[in-house]
């Protein structure tokens, strides 16, 4: 995980030196003094990742409390027992430190993880999962979920996050500067015009973004797939997502959770830009193709 990380970041920094000096040769033209560009590309590095990490940090304590869940501190019933040791035989397999283990209460079957680090993540599931499933498939969801964590994925996301926020800022503040100057031909500071731009550029950028990040997360899903094909059984995990293509009720999993959860909801039409999971029959065909 290290290594792909530094990559990772080393990436992005070679993105952010790059955006720096596109926007530094054609900002004079459009009035922009280029001392103020470097400050910007800055200030939105800060900004973009300063907000996708501190998320980071935040996430087992926010899903503690928007789910609901009650981590077991010492288990009390054999299904219980049974999850710990599960998740404590995967994370051992898959090299990763013990995650904590919880229970949430939805009638849905849904499961997700989070966590900062590998070694200091959470698993849960949830009530409905466990009363719906069978052993073998929710084992199949642990070693979904774990693999999650062993793939470093909520890392690899928030890297993504931190990118496409620090485009957005810089660029809706590019776009709302040029037409402030050019089309309004403002001459001092920035004008009205300059703000109703930056906001409406956010939006459209912003949502332009998070169909980027959605893409990366799909292809996440793919690969826990296959991680926890490799440690619980490649059957099991179709029989898993199988399982999640009953009819039921739609209840997904909060925005901040659900691109770590193995439940995704099933839009048609454009709306498939904005899932974080691929469609479930696509996940099984993909599990089905690699017995061929």
Not at 29 to 43: C, E, H, N
Not at 212 to 219: C, G, N
Request: proline share 5%; charged share 15%; glycine share 10%.
């Amino acid at each position: 995980m290290f290594t792909r990380v530094v990559l990772f970041l080393a990436t992005n920094l070679a993105v952010l030196v790059v955006l720096t000096v596109m926007v530094s040769l054609i900002g004079p033209a459009f009035g922009i003094p280029p001392g103020s560009l470097t400050m910007l590309v800055v200030l939105g590095a800060v900004i973009g990742f300063g907000g996708a990490f501190i998320s980071l940090a935040l996430s087992k304590w926010m899903a503690k409390r928007a789910m609901g869940v009650q981590v077991i501190e010492q288990p009390h019933t054999e299904v219980e027992t049974w999850l710990v040791a599960t998740v404590k035989r995967q994370a051992q397999a898959a090299g990763i430190g013990m995650p904590e283990v919880g229970i949430f209460d939805s009638p849905v079957p849904n499961a997700f993880a989070t966590g900062a680090r590998r070694d200091a993540s959470l698993v849960a599931v949830s009530t409905g999962l466990l009363r719906s499933m069978g052993k073998d498939e929710v084992e199949a969801v642990l070693a979904h979920e774990v693999s999650h964590v062993a793939n470093g994925d909520m890392v690899t996301l928030t890297l993504i996050q931190g990118v496409v926020n620090t485009f957005v800022f810089v660029l809706a503040r590019v776009i709302g500067n040029v037409v402030d100057k050019v089309v309004f031909k403002n001459e001092r500071g920035h004008g009205i015009a300059y703000l109703l731009t930056v906001i409406v550029a956010e939006i459209v950028l912003g949502i332009l973004a998070s169909m980027v990040v959605m893409w990366f997360s799909r292809q996440r899903e793919f690969r826990a797939d296959a991680g926890g094909a490799t440690l619980a059984g490649r059957m099991k995990m179709i029989q898993a997502l199988e399982a999640l293509r009953r009819p039921r009720d739609p209840q997904p999993l909060p925005d901040s959770f659900a691109a770590f959860g193995i439940a995704g909801g099933q839009p048609a039409g454009w709306r498939k830009l904005f899932m974080s999971h691929p469609p479930l029959e696509e996940r099984i065909e993909a599990l089905k193709g690699r017995l061929g």
